[in-house]
């Protein structure tokens, strides 16, 4: 699904108060960034990064997770869950709400990339 510009133009009108959001083209989708750290997507729909620290605030509101279908060579296609759910209609149109499950998002964001391991530097 290609995300229309009206439509990015619209969710990123909503997020402007939330801050400076880069909206950068993949796969047919939007990936949502700012300060470097990727907290949502967008298709037909939009997600936001969650772990267990927010969660519970989209499945209580019965918010479905995105996935994505991956095929293998000579297997079936099988659909697998990534750490992203929908962001709730409602809160898409109210901005100070947004701005609250954004920041929500881009702290579980920032909480990933603190987590990953450092490359390791090369030995001279």
């Keep these: 699904m290609t995300v229309s510009s009206d439509y990015l133009a619209y969710i990123l009108d909503q997020l402007r108060p939330f801050g400076s959001v880069v909206a950068r083209r993949m796969f047919g ?3 949502l960034y700012t300060d470097g750290f990727f907290f949502g997507i967008i298709d037909d729909t939009v997600y936001f990064k969650v772990d267990d620290s927010n969660r519970v605030d989209y499945e209580a509101r019965g918010c479905r997770q995105f996935t994505v279908t991956m095929a293998k060579a000579k297997a079936k ?5 990534m750490g992203y759910f929908a ?3 409602d809160v898409l149109e ?3 709400d947004l701005k609250v499950w954004a920041r929500k998002a881009l ?5 990933a990339a603190a987590a990953k391991p450092k490359p390791r530097s090369p030995r001279r």
Excluded: N, T
């Design 29 to 31: 989708g939007v990936g």
């Design 77 to 81: 296609a099988k659909a697998v869950s």
């Design 87 to 89: 962001v709730p209609e």
């Design 94 to 96: 109210e901005p100070d």
């Design 107 to 111: 702290a579980v964001a920032v909480a």
